[in-house]
């Protein structure tokens, strides 16, 4: 069964890794519109317009059910677009119901650092409504990490200053965990470990967005025989070295996974 994810860029990779982990013998297409990236920098209409090209590529090239691996496009299309497909789509929002239960105990706040549409969008607001009525978390959008990790600058001076400037305004003692609410953050995880206190956890929806995946799938996944992923640029197939590139980005994404 081939199972579409996409996302802008490479942070939707963070959750193709995961699922490829947890389903090893599936087949996987994924989608990085890389003509139209970043995302959360571009107004809601041509966000609208990218989602759908997206998603009526990968259901023409036999996706089955398909993951939207983008809090952003998640954030804006997902009312638009539910039940006009014909299979299944997954989104994905901030985990910040995952954080506030697993660590608001610990009487300290919830960070949860996004785009900037992300950020701005009722979407995320809704949510907060609904799951934060003790006002226990705080917002912050990090748009430059989007433009590193895409320029596979996932260490570097610069981007440890970047964090330090934009983290300036908040005493980081007072968090008790991070919610990476856009998968472009992921490739950050050690860079924000030496930049917040040791005991701050970092929280992301994939393992969430994964487990709903499989809820809808039309069938079981394959339990024999070898998985594989097909990878696509904005509408195209991806070559040689585009493929090289995404292999880089999952093998980063394998070194920082353990990083909590
Ligand atoms: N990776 C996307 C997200 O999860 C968006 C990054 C972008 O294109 O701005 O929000």
Known sequence: MKIGIFDSGIGGLSVLHLAMKMMPCEEFLYYADESHVPYGEKTEGEILRFVKENLDFLISEGAEAVVIACNTATSVATKEFRGRFPVPIVGMEPAVKKALE??????KRILVAATPVTIAGDKLHDLLKRV????????????SLVHFAEKGEFSSQAVDEYLKEELRAFDLANYSALVLGCTHFNYFKERFRHVFPGSVHFVDGNEGTV????????RKPETEGEGKVSYYFSGREADEKEKE????CLE???KVYHIQ
């Open 102 to 107: 697993l660590y608001r105990g610990e009487e």
């Open 245 to 248: 590139r995404l292999s880089y």
């Open 132 to 143: 934060d009525s003790g006002h226990d978390a705080d917002l912050i959008s990090l748009p």
């Open 252 to 254: 980063q994404l394998e």
């Open 211 to 218: 487990r709903q995946l499989l809820r809808v799938l039309p």
